[in-house]
């Protein structure tokens, strides 16, 4: 069992950065594939990035990449996003997600067994 706790959201401007955090319960974090999805206004959930267990691998949207760093630290059961060159296309609820069945990460929210309650990012002009 996993619950997941984001933190770090807020309203900022175009161009700045903001770091988001993923606070994970139970013993077994070192041991799930973690990453961030999005829900912008009036779209459809997005895959923006995942990190694998040990942290050695990351994957990213294409919408990001560049821009965005997913982390982990594993002492601290806690992954991080964090975002630079923030836009307002970058607008969303932000949700971390854990799974803990596959041994490499997918873009397929279908495949997080776990998620967050979400933090909401607002990017303004």
């Known amino acids: 069992q996993v619950q997941l706790v984001e933190s770090g959201g807020g309203l900022v401007l175009t161009g700045d950065s903001l770091r988001l955090s993923c606070a994970a319960s139970?013993?077994?974090?070192?041991?799930?594939?973690m990453a961030w999805f999005r829900h912008p206004p009036g779209k459809e959930r997005e895959f923006v990035a995942a990190?694998?267990?040990?942290?050695?691998?990351?994957y990213y949207a294409d919408s990001v990449k560049g821009r965005f760093t997913i982390s982990r630290d594993n002492a601290k059961n806690t992954v991080y996003l964090q975002m630079h060159s923030l836009k307002p296309e970058d607008t969303a609820v932000y949700y971390c997600?854990?799974?803990?069945?596959?041994?490499?990460?997918?873009?397929?929210?279908?495949?997080?067994?776990?998620w967050g309650q979400g933090t909401q990012v607002t990017v303004s002009s």
């Open positions: 997600a854990a799974d803990p069945l596959r041994l490499i990460a997918t873009t397929d929210p279908s495949s997080y067994g776990y």
């Open positions: 139970g013993p077994t974090f070192n041991s799930v594939i």
């Open positions: 990190i694998s267990r040990d942290g050695g691998r990351t």
